[in-house]
């Protein structure tokens, strides 16, 4: 087949195969096409997890998960923050192509008529169900979505008030409280966006949003359904403000956390937030993202326990994914965007009966973008036109074969990035002085940059030409 053959053709040469017992149709031994389950998670690094190496954040039911379908070591966000990260995963359109680079560009005016990933799930007879943060903020899209359940509708009201949380974003977030977003941070408060702050609830699980979540979730699992269901949820709690009840905080005592160990950097170059924390406080913002991922995890749990209690795991895709990582003080940076595995690298566990093997470890390069025309191969839906990513169903069966030459992440329009199976190597329009590149093999927390290692010029020249050629240049060969 001639390459250009093959780009044209990419997802639908793959859609022949789909679930176990009616393989091309995308449907299982039950005879109908199989649900969806998606976990959409907010800002955490694959690395703060159990099941990718973590020995002291607790995550035993996503660790569970992972060891029953396949985990991918090498996943990226095509963007960070969310905005970008969420728009590029729901309608397989990359930042380069559409514009959406930060969280206030809304997606909606700036690709309009773009199809997105539940919508066409609906339009081929899905039911699609939202329950919390999908797509960013205020973009939400109500053509996508069969039903949106507010995770409070039909709860009782919390018996507990929150209590006050710590940290050097309490004034910022009184401000923002009065003023809205006009409200800007102050020197020593951190840098722009979510207030930063942390600190144990004072509420039950069930109490806080990402327990509502969970138990709306499980009410529509428990409902029978006529249709086959794609059932969204989004979890929140890993994102700034960090806070969950109080015995997820009892977990980590903030003693027992051990910071990252960053590379030298001048001063100019420590992020705000860096500079706004003690070494005592850099330990408690540690161990209050671990308590909220553990908070969470607890949620994904009882959902889980609900798919196998009401018989649909059989029948049941399962997706794990957050929508960027989340920097803890590695390279003295915080929060989400900078071109490091902390930011770029998301938490992605997928399990498909009937193709994934339990157990199973994928360290080829992907992308959020791939996981859009990879459901619509699994469901026999077939695959819109105009999508800028790849269908994973070959790596779902067998997660050593071959891949990608690499995956790429932008941060605004000027930095980009390409990790391939070895290297990261990062270009900023406009600024030569600050290429990158690190060798994970030697150097797996990028901590020596070897751009202008004449030893190296090669493995430069080489993925600066790959980076350039863009998403296609990067595909699987053909064969």
């Not at 359109?93 to 206030?104: A, C, I, L, Q």
């Amino acid at each position: 087949m001639r390459r250009r053959d093959f780009l044209r053709n990419s997802t639908a040469a793959l859609s022949g195969a789909a679930l176990a017992g009616s393989a091309g149709r995308g449907r299982t031994e039950t005879g109908r096409k199989p649900d969806i389950l998606f976990f959409f998670v907010e800002d955490v690094s694959p690395k703060r997890f159990g099941c990718w190496g973590n020995k002291v954040c607790r995550t035993p039911n996503i660790d569970k998960l992972a060891a029953s379908g396949v985990r991918f070591d090498l996943a990226h966000t095509n963007a960070a923050p969310c905005n970008p990260s969420r728009t590029a995963l729901l309608t397989c359109r990359r930042p380069e192509s559409t514009g959406v680079y930060g969280n206030n560009h809304d997606w909606r005016k700036m690709i309009p008529g773009v199809l997105t990933m539940p919508r066409h799930l609906k339009d081929n007879g899905y039911q699609t169900v939202r329950i919390g943060k999908v797509f960013h903020g205020g973009f939400e899209d109500d053509a996508s979505w069969s039903r949106v359940i507010n995770p409070r509708e039909g709860l009782p009201e919390p018996k507990n008030r929150r209590r006050p949380l710590k940290g050097p974003g309490v004034e910022f977030a009184m401000r923002r409280a009065r003023e809205g977003d006009a409200a800007k941070p102050l020197a020593g408060e951190g840098a722009s966006g979510s207030p930063f702050m942390w600190g144990p609830s004072g509420q039950t699980d069930d109490e806080m949003l990402d327990g509502m979540v969970a138990a709306q979730a499980i009410k529509v699992l428990e409902q029978k359904q006529d249709r086959p269901l794609f059932l969204a949820i989004g979890e929140h709690a890993t994102h700034l403000p960090f806070t969950a009840p109080d015995k997820y905080f009892d977990l980590y005592p903030p003693e027992k956390i051990e910071l990252p160990e960053p590379p030298p950097r001048p001063k100019d170059r420590v992020g705000a937030d860096q500079k706004a924390l003690t070494q005592e406080t850099w330990r408690e913002v540690i161990a209050a993202q671990y308590a909220c991922l553990s908070f969470v995890d607890a949620q994904v749990g009882k959902v889980l326990d609900a798919l196998e209690r009401t018989g649909r795991a059989g029948n049941t895709i399962v997706i794990f994914w957050s929508d960027h990582g989340f920097s803890l003080g590695e390279h003295y940076l915080w929060r989400k965007g900078p071109l490091y595995n902390e930011s770029a690298l998301l938490a992605l566990i997928m399990r498909a009966p009937g193709v994934t093997k339990p157990g199973s470890v994928c360290k080829r390069p992907v992308e959020s973008g791939d996981l859009f025309p990879t459901l619509f191969d699994l469901s026999g839906i077939p695959q819109p036109a105009g999508i800028e990513a790849f269908s994973m169903l070959p790596l779902l069966k067998d997660p050593s074969r071959p891949w990608k030459k690499g995956a790429i992440t932008c941060q605004g329009p000027k930095g980009r990035s390409l990790c391939t199976e070895r290297y990261r190597y990062t270009e900023y329009a406009g600024e030569p002085d600050r290429t990158e590149l690190f060798d994970h093999d030697a150097d797996p927390g990028e901590h020596k940059n070897l751009a202008r290692d004449a030893t190296r010029a090669d493995v430069v020249r080489e993925l600066s030409a790959l980076l350039k050629g863009g998403w296609k240049a990067c595909l699987p060969a053909a064969g």
